[in-house]
């Protein structure tokens, strides 16, 4: 942000920029910033928005600003594996014996993956780079087993009453009075959601496993350990307080059921000021990220990934996205029609502002200018990029489908999409990824109206009446006498209509009747001059 701004300007170019300047009045020799998550299922693209990306963005304009910050971005690998999700090709039976137990000691579902932990969290750790996001990965698992959660334990322990009291007074529960709040790992079953501690001694914990659960029981078996290395842990609205303690942290954003009253937000800001005796981060509650009106879940097998996303659109879309919206707006993102498009097309309309000579830009268009730089993985060309429009890719790649990414990126050139006269490799590796993903995205998530093949003779069956196939062959006259720029073509249809007496929808389905087999297709002028005007001749010729 600049720094320049008076205070009447604050309602500030990115939401980040409040954030920010919300941190300063901290005072922190350092910035902690934390995203955290349990890999029980599968990572979305909705978790990256609270646990990847604004932590990200808040980490880089703290050093923007000049501040010092870590990011850390914490696997709960130690929580309970309690679900089996869906889209996975295992037998349940081979893992039910497992439920219970901590992730990280669970069997992968795949082949060459270590645990089940580490097979969900390669969605995560294997692609971020891809995205510019280089945080600390931490293992939940292996700080409890430093021995870094040690002192909160006992912190809990001792204090086991004041948590209590605390506990019931904000969620309006009723744990009994000698409740302690600690969890330990039984040494007959591995398990810790199924124990219940019966004293401490100040030295060790005496438990039993007796606690049932509704995806495993206790195996019954009595104990008594020292609660340190791992043998015990916080259930989790005293870990996540415990982790702000132990690592400082400043800033963190979660979803934003964990806001509302009662919930684990309140309840860890009072055990970290009460019962840690640590200043609470600041936080911003983050709203979902919905996919064709649905809540991505992890447990459900249906969901977009990282991966998947690298798949089918540019990592700069992703970061534009996260950064356009603040934390606490829905974003509703339609993935299956073609408002998909409308994200690369705001992207690339930012891209243009930047790049725009002009004096003075609007307030709309200075906003665009930092989201654009947010959105960055490399450094920022020099000179504006060659942009090929995500809808172009779409239709192009259908058109020739038989042809190479180096050739259409050729005909993209010659048939006047592409305005540059000349190329440089930059370009013409942007243009050749642009048509490959929307070739991905075509494949797997673009609804049928939006595909289409263009046809090799006249479809079988098609049947038109006097006046559209008077009104197709003089478009074929029209074609033969001269070379047509789009516009000059799309007036022409509409005189071809006023000559021929035929309404335009009438015309407009005729003419794609015959090129795709459909009722509907891309805008007809530019489509045709794309395709090549003998192709059209020829398939029109024959009605």
């Excluded at 945080?135 to 009453?161: A, Q, R």
């Excluded at 000698?178 to 914990?205: H, L, Y």
Aim: overall charge positive; proline content about 4%.
């Amino acid at each position: 942000m600049d720094k320049n701004k008076n205070e009447s300007e604050l309602e500030y170019y990115l939401w980040v920029d409040k954030v920010i300047d919300q941190l300063k009045g901290r005072k922190a020799k350092k910035h902690v910033v934390h995203g955290m998550w349990t890999p029980s299922g599968f990572f979305h693209i909705g978790n990256s928005r609270a646990e990847l990306l604004i932590p990200a963005f808040v980490h880089q304009n703290l050093k923007i600003n000049g501040l010092k910050s870590e990011h850390n971005f914490i696997v709960d690998d130690f929580d309970d594996f309690d679900k089996i999700p869906q889209g996975l090709e295992i037998k349940k039976e081979d893992f039910e014996p497992y439920l219970g137990k901590p992730l990280v000691e669970v069997p992968s579902p795949v082949d060459d993956f270590k645990s089940w932990a580490d097979y969900f969290a390669d969605g995560v750790v294997s692609v971020i780079e891809d995205f510019v996001i280089k945080p600390n990965i931490l293992s939940s698992y292996d700080s409890y087993k430093k021995g870094l959660y040690d002192k909160t334990i006992k912190t809990v322990l001792n204090k086991s009453e004041e948590v209590r009291k605390i506990w019931n007074d904000i969620t309006k529960s009723s744990k009994p009075k000698g409740w302690i709040p600690v969890m330990i790992v039984c040494e007959n079953c591995g398990r810790s959601a199924t124990t219940k501690v019966v004293s401490w001694d100040g030295k060790e914990v005496e438990y039993i496993c007796n606690q049932h659960r509704d995806y495993v029981d206790g195996c019954k078996h009595k104990g008594k350990v020292k609660p340190e290395k791992g043998h015990a842990k916080l259930p989790w609205r005293l870990h996540w307080p415990a982790t702000w303690h132990i690592y400082g942290t400043t800033f963190e954003t979660a979803g934003k059921d964990h806001f509302a009253a009662g919930s684990s937000v309140e309840t860890g800001h009072a055990f970290c000021r009460q019962i840690f005796k640590s200043q609470e981060p600041f936080q911003t509650p983050t709203e979902f990220l919905m996919v064709d009106d649905t809540k991505l879940s992890g447990s459900s097998g249906n969901v977009i990934s990282l991966k998947d996303w690298l798949e089918f659109a540019e990592p700069e879309l992703l970061r534009f996205m996260m950064a356009s919206y603040k934390p606490k707006t829905v974003i509703n993102f339609d993935l299956h029609s073609n408002k998909f498009f409308l994200l690369a097309d705001r992207y690339e309309e930012a891209e243009r502002i930047f790049f725009e000579k002009k004096d003075k830009k609007e307030k709309r268009e200075k906003q665009l200018v930092e989201i654009y730089k947010f959105s960055q993985v490399n450094n920022i060309a020099d000179k504006m990029p060659v942009q090929l429009n995500y809808s172009i890719a779409a239709i192009i790649v259908q058109t020739f489908p038989d042809k190479s990414l180096k050739e259409l990126s050729g005909i993209l050139h010659t048939r006047g999409w592409i305005h540059r006269k000349t190329l440089s490799s930059f370009d013409k590796e942007r243009i050749e990824k642009r048509l490959e993903l929307a070739k991905n995205w075509l494949d797997k998530y673009a609804p049928e109206d939006v595909k289409f093949t263009v046809q090799e003779e006249v479809p079988k069956g098609l049947k038109l009446g006097n006046k559209e196939k008077e009104a197709l062959q003089l478009v074929v006259k029209a074609l033969k006498e001269k070379e047509w720029k789009q516009k000059q073509l799309f007036e022409e249809f509409y005189n071809i209509c006023q000559k021929v007496e035929i309404k335009n929808t009438d015309f407009f389905r005729a003419a794609y009747n015959v090129l795709l087999n459909k009722d509907r297709g891309p805008k007809l002028a530019p489509f045709i001059l794309t395709l090549g005007k003998e192709r059209v001749i020829e398939l029109f010729e024959k009605v």
